[in-house]
DNA sequence: AACTCAGGAAACTTTATCGGTTTCCTCGGT
DNA sequence: ACCGAGGAAACCGATAAAGTTTCCTGAGTT
């Protein structure tokens, strides 16, 4: 790796973390070069604009993501249940770039980036998981009265707004134990089932 | 009425829906002012500044809301599931009060404010929804193996994210419809049920 | 008619912000 | 010594917006 290429990736890492973190349009130049020990000059040597940094930010983020979810997806050892359960792990993982403070910056500040993350999350994110509903509702795994993109928005909804350490600390609990609980009541509901031992533990 | 109060309460409504849209930060005092056809000095007549007319927003948004899931919680006429109907209902009418640009601008911009709105949050609406939680899980209506805590999450997150108006429009689905399956979902999970015959119909 | 007051339109004041550019300086390599 | 890279920070130009004030009009009262 050339020092360059070494460079450009930690200007990539580090604005990735604080354009997701607080938006496109909170998040200065002067931040950004602050936070890497480096100055405007160099930052501006890399990426010749504040899109252009947040446009390779972008593009990089979506591509790791959808190289996990088609992993998941095509690893044929996995049942349906596990797939979900990696696709909910990646999304969570990844929360901060589908939602959050970058989207609402850009829909406003940077209508095309907005459009470009957009497209990703519809091409990758909602597309694989899509197609594990879809493959598992074939397979008579899942309800067949749902449609499947409302599911999506489910998985990806729930994920993201309780598989987060902010949550996680006001409920009092682990990521493992809320994680079992989002896929128990997305599996089953929050029905009681009177008839069902495997539930009948006291929480 | 007095004129002055009327004339409040139009502010009001307005800075709300601005607001609520937009976020703080991002809807200036002079669009407010125009879009009541109204002087910004009549304006600065009935609020001291832009801090005060958000706070008097954000208090008689909540109180609204409160208003209005207490009625269903007392409601003796209704069962717990007809409850978490009103309830949805309420919070998807009022997704934009708990989530949104708001929030995210009152975070960075002003931090009092932000404090304000999450306390209501945490008073009205989570108060109340878990109340009709635990009230279920004591007549044994819900599963008693996941928080209560954790399902006020998934119910107020999964209202907000899909029963809005342009996430219906991408689903292709009617209010009524979509609601129906985030009940349906909520209730009884995603999985499918072999002996369940009220679920037999193709989508 | 003259006067007063309310209130709209818009100019004004003040302050702050930030993307992008340039200057000054230091250090390392040749 | 010279050159180039790069940090710190000043600079430039443009923009924005909260809050204040001016100019003007219309309605009501005396």
């Known amino acids: 790796m050339t020092a360059e290429a070494e460079a450009r990736g930690r200007i990539l890492a580090v604005a990735r973390r604080l354009f997701f973190a607080h938006g496109f349009g909170r998040v200065t130049m002067d931040e950004i070069a602050s936070e890497l020990a480096m100055s405007k000059k160099t930052l501006y040597r890399h990426?010749?604009?504040?899109?252009?940094?947040?446009?390779?930010?972008?593009?990089?983020?979506?591509t790791a993501i959808d190289a996990e979810l088609a992993a998941a997806l095509d690893d044929v050892r996995l049942g349906f249940e596990d797939k979900l359960?990696?696709?909910?792990?990646?999304v969570a993982a990844?929360?901060?770039?589908?939602?959050?403070?970058?989207l609402t910056d850009l829909h406003r500040d940077a209508p095309s980036l907005w459009a470009r993350v957009d497209a990703w999350r519809s091409k990758v994110v909602h597309t694989r998981t899509r197609a594990l509903f879809a493959a598992g509702k074939r397979a008579g795994v899942f309800r067949p009265d749902v449609?499947?993109?409302?599911?999506?928005?489910?998985?990806?909804?729930?994920?993201?707004n309780i598989l987060r350490p902010d949550v996680l600390a006001a409920l009092g609990l682990s990521f493992p134990e809320?994680?079992?609980?989002?896929k128990a009541v997305l599996l089953d509901g929050v029905r009681a089932r009177p008839c069902n031992g495997g539930r009948g533990a006291a929480h």
């Not at 359960?85 to 990646?90: A, K, L, P, V, Y």
């Not at 809320?178 to 989002?182: D, E, G, Q, S």
């Open 47 to 62: 990426f010749a604009s504040k899109e252009d940094l947040c446009e390779a930010v972008i593009d990089a983020a979506f």
């Open 85 to 90: 359960d990696r696709f909910m792990r990646i």
């Open 94 to 102: 990844g929360y901060e770039e589908a939602r959050g403070p970058l």
């Open 147 to 160: 449609p499947e993109d409302l599911v999506v928005r489910l998985v990806i909804g729930n994920a993201q």
């Open 178 to 182: 809320a994680f079992a609980h989002c």
